[in-house]
């Protein structure tokens, strides 16, 4: 009867961890790697807007979605069409910026997995 209650509770914790990890998941903005071009746009006016107005019209000529965005370096960016060094730079340093923040959500989304398969791992057995 023991064994029962405690396969119980761990049912119900596991159910708790799995419901709150989904909602959590939900919660958090879209991934970058499923960003379209309008996605890429609203990033670009927020996080490069003293260039925006130059450079936004060069973004959707070349249908540059979140996973490209992540792609690109100064060689992509001189190949869109942004010329100066300084504008080129600032977008680049926002672009790493991106791409580590990207990273780093990654790996705390494989850690959050393994700790919850981990932890079911153990409950079955």
Known sequence: MIHCNQQRASNRIIAYLLASQTKATN????SVYSWNVTDVQ???????SDYYQ???EN???H???GRTLLRMNDN?????????????EAIWRQILKLRLKTDIMEIRDM???NTN???YDYSIA
Not at 27 to 30: A, D, F, G, H, W
Not at 42 to 48: G, M, N, V
Not at 76 to 88: A, E, F, K, P, Q
């Open 27 to 30: 919660n958090r903005p879209k």
């Open 42 to 48: 609203k990033w670009l006016r927020r996080h490069c």
């Open 54 to 56: 130059l450079y936004a």
């Open 59 to 61: 973004f959707i000529q």
């Open 63 to 65: 249908d540059i979605t």
């Open 76 to 88: 992509s960016l001189l190949r869109l069409g942004i010329t100066n060094d300084v504008h080129r």
């Open 111 to 113: 850690q959050r997995r």
């Open 117 to 119: 398969n981990m932890f």
